[in-house]
């Protein structure tokens, strides 16, 4: 029977050994805990979630509600123990958080060829089929392992992420397309602010409630991507001195040069979502919302990924991996979770789903599958795996990952429900097929 071994018990973890097994492969899973925890953990419990029980939206018309209706069509393990652990939480799925982890437990053992082993792995076995899903805290041993495979500059460990906002719900009246001195193409959405709207802005920027250090965390921030409210305690016009500069802007609006400006860069070919240039935050997301939408042209922006700086471990995972998660410098060796670049649960447990898929398929001798690019998984891991870029940064899944529709509705709700309805719609197609495979359970 072909094996596979999986390092790391968390969501994404335990979701690849359960999609190896499903295919007929025995799987051997190691988590270090509680043999040896981290500064997050509390418990020794397999998918323990360390942060928030809730995993969010669950209406499908929502990118990750789709995400979610593509791992239940998958039967995803996490999903399936999400469900029986739910807990009231209106549109949102929450969850218990011992029951689940319960669940997953008693799933996994129900295989009959999942293996639990509690203890720590500090390097990367050199052969055979091996999926790594460490997460966001791997140990410094296994990381350096990591690093001497990948390359050390292609391992980050610190994740400083401004807010990604759509296209369509900029106001252009009160944007202008330009880039400083007109060095560019117009690569730019400029959004200008005159003397009041900045004071305005500002005072509401240090006023604003701000994301509370967790145990494990120190503020050692680097100074090239400081969160833009601790450049801001340096003084009111730091900000126009450097991500608000206005230097070599003119708006043809007005003729003038604005008082101070927030730079919008394109986050895609279509230009269907934008990032926030230099505004990584530790605000709350309540908080963010209401600050940025002071920002000329923001007043009705809809925020596909919000902001955040915080402690991670994750891959450069254009240039390290394949489509199917694999490491390029060493076949056989997969990546799931968030080392690859995602953020959530949800997308964490997706990443899982997709390479525990990989390795079984690898394992068992048979071809590489990808979902459709239409799909919340194909989207993702469009995302994590797809052309190298120098600005990779982690995302959960959002409109803006999407490939465009070919006649999309004009109201724009009617159009984020026929992003998700195409891509459960792909998935599903694709998943049938898929199932017709003999190897699959």
């Known amino acids: 029977m072909a094996e596979i071994t999986v390092i790391g018990g968390g969501l994404a973890g335990c979701e690849a050994a359960y999609q190896a097994a499903r295919l007929g492969c025995t799987v051997r899973l190691f988590e270090q805990r509680p043999v040896r925890s981290t500064a997050a953990h509390r418990t ?34 996490i999903l399936a123990a999400a469900d029986a652990a739910r807990v009231p939480a209106g549109q949102a799925l929450a969850v218990d958080r011992a029951r689940m982890s319960a669940e997953v ?11 639990v082993v509690r203890r720590e792995v500090t390097t990367l076995p050199a052969t055979g089929i091996v999926v790594v899903a460490t997460g966001p805290l791997t140990s410094t041993p296994l990381a ?28 252009p009246r009160r944007c202008f397309t330009a880039d400083r001195y007109g060095k560019g193409g117009g690569d730019y959405l400029n959004c200008g602010l005159e003397a009041a709207e900045y004071r305005r802005f500002y005072e ?60 919008l860069r394109a986050e895609n070919r279509a230009r269907s979502a934008y990032n926030l240039v230099g505004f990584q935050t ?8 209401a600050v940025f939408r002071l920002i000329p042209g923001l007043a009705e922006a809809e925020f596909l990924r919000l902001g955040s700086i915080h402690r991670n471990t994750y891959l450069d995972s254009p240039r390290c991996l394949t489509p ?9 060796l997969f990546f799931a979770g968030q080392m690859t ?35 919340s998984m194909g989207a993702m891991l469009a995302h994590t795996t797809g052309p190298a870029r120098a600005d990779f940064q982690p995302s959960n899944i959002h409109r803006g990952l999407y490939p465009p529709l070919a006649d999309p509705p ?32």
């Open 44 to 77: 020794g419990d397999l998918a323990e979630l360390v942060c928030s029980n809730s995993l969010r939206s669950d209406r499908p018309e929502s990118p990750v509600g789709a995400l979610k209706a593509e791992l239940r069509i998958g039967a995803s393990l």
């Open 324 to 332: 199917e998660q694999e490491a390029q410098s060493r076949p056989g």
């Open 341 to 375: 670049g995602v953020e959530g649960y949800v997308e964490s447990t997706c990443s899982g789903w997709l390479a525990g898929l990989a390795a079984g398929r690898r394992a068992l001798g048979l071809g590489s599958l990808r979902p459709p690019r239409e799909s």
């Open 410 to 441: 004009r109201k724009r709700r009617e159009r984020r429900t026929a992003y998700c309805t195409r891509a459960i719609d792909a998935f599903r197609a694709w998943h049938d097929e898929l199932l017709a495979t003999p190897a699959h359970g």
């Open 282 to 289: 530790k605000l709350t997301y309540p908080a963010q919302e």
């Open 144 to 171: 350096g392992a990591i690093q001497a495979l990948t390359g050390a500059e292609r391992l980050y460990f610190y994740d400083a992420i401004a807010p990604i906002i759509a296209a369509d719900s900029i106001d």
């Open 204 to 263: 509401a920027l240090m006023a604003a409630e701000r994301v509370p250090l967790a145990p494990f965390e120190t503020p050692h921030y680097f100074e090239g991507c400081l969160p833009i409210e601790v450049l801001a305690e340096r003084g009111v016009d730091t900000l126009r001195f450097g991500p608000m500069k206005p230097v070599g802007l003119v708006d043809p609006h007005t003729g003038h040069q604005p008082y101070a400006a927030v730079q």
């Open 105 to 115: 437990e008693a799933r996994l053992r129900a295989t009959g060829t999942v293996e």
